[in-house]
């Protein structure tokens, strides 16, 4: 996008001529529509869960009124249940807050790039994703780890896109269902490492995989899982400020496979990464 602004002149010598400034604004652009999405979500998605608990907090005090006057045990029961609503709700705005510092650290943070172990850094992913609490024992995520090399990179924030990715892929699962994960790297063609996650998950829709890496974009089979639409976006941002690139294709097995490059990360007297071409 260009905007162009101009202003007539006169020349020494009583000739008459103009100024015309061109200005790429395709990036101001950008950020004010990206602005205007962020503060519709906010509002939307803040707004919500608040509502919810000023409701069940009332609720509950209302409860309490009535038990200090001895009314018994439905009241209780009542405060109970608000309280777990108000429990609920505060939990889903924490989330969103949390995510939108990370949306935010992930463009402004210092990148602190150092030497790092890529296995280390996502055998601590898998175990606490696998070690969290809540799934039942039949749905333990089942988690393949390939050979992965010591890369350079920031490890707080390619920390936070790994476990980006690895919550997805648990998260879009269809309940009842293990999620089944594979992580692998190769050297990519550039001497960079290609990090890929599949999973065999509910897929993302034809024609909708470049899109869900856009802030609060979310795929359209993808509603009736909790989310915000800023975990890809996040990812993409601290991917492309290591100077790599991420995208998403369907998996032929069913499912989704996000890969990622490392650009000129990988330290060659690290442990040996297949080279075998993508597939
Ligand atoms: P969120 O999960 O909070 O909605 P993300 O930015 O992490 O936000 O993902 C954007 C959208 O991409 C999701 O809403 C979902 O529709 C889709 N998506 C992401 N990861 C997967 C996956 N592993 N399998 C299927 N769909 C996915």
Partial sequence: LISVSARPIDTAGGRRGAVAVFHDITDRKRVETELRAFAGMVAHDLKAPLTLVSAYAELVAEALDDLAGGSGAPTLDQARRGTAKVLHGAGRMQRLINELLDYTAARDATLRVERLSLRALVDEVVTARTDAPGHEPEARPDIFVGPLPDVHADPVL????????????IKYTPPGQAPRIDITAREDEDGGVRVRIADRGIGIPDGEHAAVFDSFHRASNGMAHPGTGLGLAICRRIVERHGGHIDAAPNPGGGTIFSFTLSG???HDAEPVPQTPDT
């Fill in 158 to 169: 390619l920390r936070q896109v790994i476990d980006n990715l690895v919550g997805n892929a």
């Fill in 265 to 267: 990360a990988i330290a």
